[in-house]
């Protein structure tokens, strides 16, 4: 469902602040919270939880290191490709960045 791209242009690429561009009640249906946990009787139990552990993991990280791409021996910034595991959790494999505490 997250990557219909009936409902999402260009679904595959990671372009967070295309929530920002939709106004805010199109925003709400299309946030990926309103499915991504299920739905009914069985929707997760652990919803709340998680979204808040999320959002408390990211912003404690993000305020104290810059986290950028790596640069290769000539200064140029090297783009990693997207590889993700195949399986029931599938995860990124390992890259290439830069993360410093921020100054
Ligand atoms: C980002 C994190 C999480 C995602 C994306 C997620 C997603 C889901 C989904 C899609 C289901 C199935 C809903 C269905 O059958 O329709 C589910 C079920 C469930 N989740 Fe989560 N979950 C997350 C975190 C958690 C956490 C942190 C807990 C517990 C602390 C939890 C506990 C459960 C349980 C117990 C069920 C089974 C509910 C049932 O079958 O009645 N989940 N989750």
């Known amino acids: 469902m997250a ?3 009936t ?3 260009d679904p595959k690429t990671f372009r967070p602040e295309r929530f920002m561009e939709m106004d805010p009640e199109e925003a709400e249906l299309k946030d990926p919270r309103q499915f ?3 739905f009914g009787r069985r929707v997760c ?3 709340n939880f998680a979204d808040a552990n999320v959002w408390l993991a990211i912003a404690c ?3 104290v290191f810059d986290i950028r791409k790596s640069r290769d021996a ?3 910034e090297i783009t990693p490709e997207a590889y993700f595991s195949s399986g029931f959790v599938s995860h990124p494999h ?3 960045c830069d993360i410093l505490p921020r100054p």
Do not use: E
């Open 3 to 5: 990557r219909d791209p």
């Open 94 to 96: 390992a890259f290439v």
């Open 45 to 47: 139990p652990g919803r």
């Open 74 to 76: 000539d200064g140029a």
């Open 36 to 38: 991504v946990f299920g």
């Open 7 to 9: 409902i999402y242009t």
């Open 61 to 63: 990280i993000t305020a």
